[in-house]
């Protein structure tokens, strides 16, 4: 169907564009340490006898209390969730300074602003400060979500955009597989020294793209939509690609960006409906998998299966590790099977082993009591198999799908409606997930399992293809599509630009 589009530009991945996508991909480590250090260290005993000492009392009563309502807490539940609360917040001022400063400001700012919340964080000695130091983790993680997905998407080559982009969420699971490495190492000190330094370590990655930030450079795209400059785009172009023959690329930016403006009511445009519609769902849909639910809360249930404290922390770096090899995997297929292929077939896993993880928790898993040690390590495999399903999917085509299929006239607002999506339903998982788990008990994983076949299912039907098109004319399949086309076709679609005009 698309065949006659799937054309490339001249050039070849240059040193250049390699050392500027690798800085800016660190930004993922911020989001993914940040879930792998807050759910181990809310599973240390001394980081809870220090903040939430009635829960660890409630904890230890287990003649009492129900084995999936232990950690059901609204203080705890505030500490989690406040996070995705700030980051939803700070989406809407970093799609500002994305559009109009660029793509490298929003990622300096998402550095320091994660900087000084992990070291309030690690300092904290009440639970207010530390409350205050997620609100502005949360910030860092608002900003370096918004910018990230765009820049690798705008400074890759068309062939290997998928690739590159997954460089994201490969960040984001090396961060989720370092943190609980710290949290296995510093569970072992036995004293609040540990998960102060397991909180305080996340200052390295907010150093790391504060700093980086400062050396790469903005894309073509941010600087022929903020400065109009086609000069100074055709050079940053030709360094990138490592060739002079970039007309063709760069015609295709200018025509792109020809219609973008300063504001961000153009979103709301018929034209544009196809691809807001599809990018809010796929945020929605990433976290209708759970996934956070599985990394955040992963220690907790692990212990409520019946591993120890030590066990489930190791338990949970053994996931992590699936994690990052899945990705690795999905950087390796993305641009050869396609992004379809690859949502359906981590679908299709995530969806079994939810299933066969709510049946043996229902069958064999009381209110009290526990499980045997072997089908405790069987819930361990299955989860192993939904974090490979999941990075082999929407791991990393959560953020490439959106950031290659929004046109440049609404990429930076489009991507924060992206974020702020996803982020407020992470928000309110988190904020209802332990009660959800104390009321629905086994029953949270069917939940998620219909979740997972109905988000497979609309990507069968209505997610087209965009393997191999430059990032530019990524919105002329919408106008192929059965569904799609009649919203595209008509007095607001596509339209050809002489380029020479402008």
């Given at each position: 169907m698309t065949i006659e589009l799937r054309e490339n530009y001249d050039g070849r991945i240059t040193p250049y564009v390699?050392?500027?996508?690798?800085?800016?991909?660190?930004?993922?480590?911020?989001?993914?340490?940040?879930?792998?250090?807050?759910?181990?260290?809310?599973?240390?005993?001394?980081?809870?006898?220090?903040?939430?000492?009635?829960?660890?009392?409630?904890?230890?009563?287990?003649?009492?209390?129900?084995?999936?309502?232990?950690?059901?807490?609204?203080?705890?539940?505030?500490?989690?969730?406040?996070?995705?609360?700030?980051?939803?917040?700070?989406?809407?001022?970093?799609?500002?300074?994305?559009?109009?400063v660029g793509r490298r400001a929003s990622m300096l700012a998402g550095g320091a602003a994660f900087l000084v919340g992990a070291i309030i964080g690690g300092f904290a000695f009440n639970i207010g400060m530390l409350i205050a130091g997620r609100v502005l983790l949360g910030v860092g993680v608002g900003f370096a979500n918004q910018a990230v997905p765009l820049y690798l998407s705008e400074m890759a080559p068309s062939k290997y955009r998928g690739a590159i982009n997954n460089g994201f969420e490969v960040c984001v699971g090396l961060g989720v597989f370092i943190a609980n490495l710290i949290n296995y190492r510093t569970q072992k000190l036995q004293s609040n020294k540990g998960w102060r330094l397991s909180l305080i370590l996340a200052a390295i990655p907010a150093l790391i793209l504060s700093l980086g930030a400062l050396f790469i450079p903005e894309t073509p795209n941010s600087i022929i939509q903020r400065t109009k400059s086609k000069e100074k785009a055709r050079k940053k172009l030709q360094k990138m690609r490592g060739t002079q023959n970039v007309e063709e690329e760069l015609n295709g930016i200018i025509a792109a960006g020809s219609t973008a403006s300063n504001n961000s009511h153009s979103i709301f445009q018929r034209k544009h409906r196809p691809q807001v519609i599809m990018s809010a769902f796929i945020a929605f849909f990433q976290q209708a998998t759970g996934i956070n639910v599985i990394t955040f809360y992963s220690p907790i249930i692990f212990r409520i299966i019946g591993l120890g404290e030590s066990s489930s922390l190791l338990s949970t770096l053994i996931t992590g590790i699936i994690g990052i090899i899945s990705i690795f995997i999905a950087m390796v297929l993305v641009d050869k099977l396609g992004r379809r292929t690859l949502f359906i077939a981590g679908g299709v896993l995530m969806f079994v082993t939810h299933i066969l993880v709510g049946i043996i928790l229902v069958t064999q898993l009381g209110d009290y009591g526990g499980i045997s040690q072997g089908y405790a390590y069987v819930v361990l495999v299955l989860i192993c198999i939904y974090v490979g399903g999941f990075g082999i999917s929407w791991g990393p085509l959560g953020w490439l799908v959106p950031s290659e299929i929004l046109p440049l006239e609404i990429r930076s607002s489009g991507q924060s409606l992206v974020v702020a999506v996803g982020l407020f339903f992470a928000f309110l998982l988190a904020q209802v997930l332990l009660s959800l788990l104390c009321h629905m008990k086994s029953g949270v994983f069917f939940f998620f399992g219909g979740w997972v076949l109905v988000m497979t299912v609309f990507v069968i039907v209505l997610l087209p293809e965009t393997k191999g098109l430059p990032i530019e004319k990524v919105e002329k399949v919408w106008g192929e599509h059965w569904f799609w086309k009649n919203w595209t076709n008509g007095e607001e679609g596509v339209k050809e630009i002489d380029v020479a005009t402008l």
């Open positions: 390699i050392f500027s996508c690798i800085i800016a991909a660190t930004g993922g480590l911020l989001f993914g340490y940040d879930l792998g250090i807050s759910g181990g260290v809310t599973s240390m005993e001394t980081f809870l006898n220090h903040f939430f000492p009635t829960l660890l009392k409630q904890m230890s009563n287990h003649s009492t209390t129900s084995n999936y309502c232990e950690f059901n807490s609204q203080l705890l539940t505030l500490f989690t969730s406040s996070l995705y609360l700030a980051g939803l917040l700070a989406t809407f001022p970093a799609a500002w300074v994305t559009r109009n």
